[in-house]
């Protein structure tokens, strides 16, 4: 048999279909069921993003720049302390 | 639906956008709910098995990868949920198609002879198709009728790809033998989609 010709058969299948009213009680079933689950996660996940957008990253960002500055101005003091001419 | 519009539908699930799943619903509703009628062969089981598999994908869109494949994954749940009534309810399935399925409208202007020829062919079609063994039945319904690749077949049913290309070309086979085919000639794309004559033994 020719794979094709068989498949092609297969294809040409119509669809059948549920009851209007039945597809409309699934869909509105599901969509229920998307919303209560999908919200509350939703919600709780857009107010931890902008918690890290507005404060962990800047502070974050800012504590490390700080820590490194204040290590690179600590380590030439103590250069200069020693009276070395090279810093490390 | 094409690839980038099924991915856009995933991420609005995963943000439980409804407006996305009614995109998904229009686009599988009835491949579906045509899959597990043809799969349960009873109308009652197919609208359950079809409503617990868009719950599901409802009460786990927001784990859905973003790169998932909507058809196979709804596959998946539906042959599963079938296999599991049948081994709940110990009775497999019944011995001939839904009726609905041999009284849906055929599409498209064709002549009374041309559309009774049609008709009574995919009659016969589905007959054969309702009287296969389940894992044979399911391949040609997964692969022939929805188009899914052999691979994405084979991650329905659960096999590797090597035993479903098996399985389907014993599929066809018996579909062929149930049919009364010897080898039928090669046809044309018009012969096909008016479900014309056929080589037959």
């Given amino acids: 048999m020719h794979e094709d010709e068989l498949l092609a058969m297969l294809r040409a299948l119509p669809c059948a279909d549920m009851d209007p009213r039945r597809a409309r009680e699934v869909r509105d079933r599901a969509c229920a069921t998307l919303g209560r689950r999908q919200r509350p996660a939703a919600r709780w996940l857009e107010a931890l993003a902008v918690f890290y957008d507005q404060l962990v990253e800047p502070v974050l960002v800012g504590a490390l720049a700080a820590g490194f500055l204040a290590w690179v101005a600590g380590r030439c003091v103590e250069a200069l302390s020693k009276g070395s001419s090279v810093f490390f | ?201």
């Fill in chain 2, 1 to 201: 639906m094409d690839r980038e519009t099924e991915l856009e539908a995933i991420a609005g699930l995963k943000r439980g956008d409804t407006s996305a799943f009614d995109a998904v619903y229009e686009e599988y509703r009835r491949r579906l709910f045509s899959f597990a009628l043809r799969l349960t062969g009873r109308r009652e089981n197919a609208e359950e098995i079809v409503q617990e598999t868009w719950l599901r994908l409802a009460t786990r869109a927001a784990a859905l990868r973003d790169d998932t494949f909507l058809g196979p994954w709804l596959f998946t749940v539906a042959r599963n949920l079938c296999i599991s009534s049948w081994r709940s309810s110990a009775s497999a399935l019944s011995g001939g198609p839904d009726p609905d399925l041999l009284e849906v409208p055929d599409t498209g202007g064709r002549s009374p002879l041309q559309s009774a020829e049609a008709s009574e062919f995919r009659q016969r079609l589905e007959l054969a198709l309702a009287r296969l063994p389940v894992p044979y039945r399911e391949v040609l319904l997964l692969v022939g009728v929805e188009g899914l690749t052999p691979s994405e077949a084979a991650g329905v049913c659960g096999v590797r790809p090597e035993a479903l290309r098996k399985r389907l070309e014993r599929a066809r086979d018996m579909l062929a033998e149930a049919l009364g085919w010897e080898r039928p000639r090669t046809l044309r794309a018009s012969e096909v989609a008016h479900g014309g004559t056929y080589a037959r033994g």
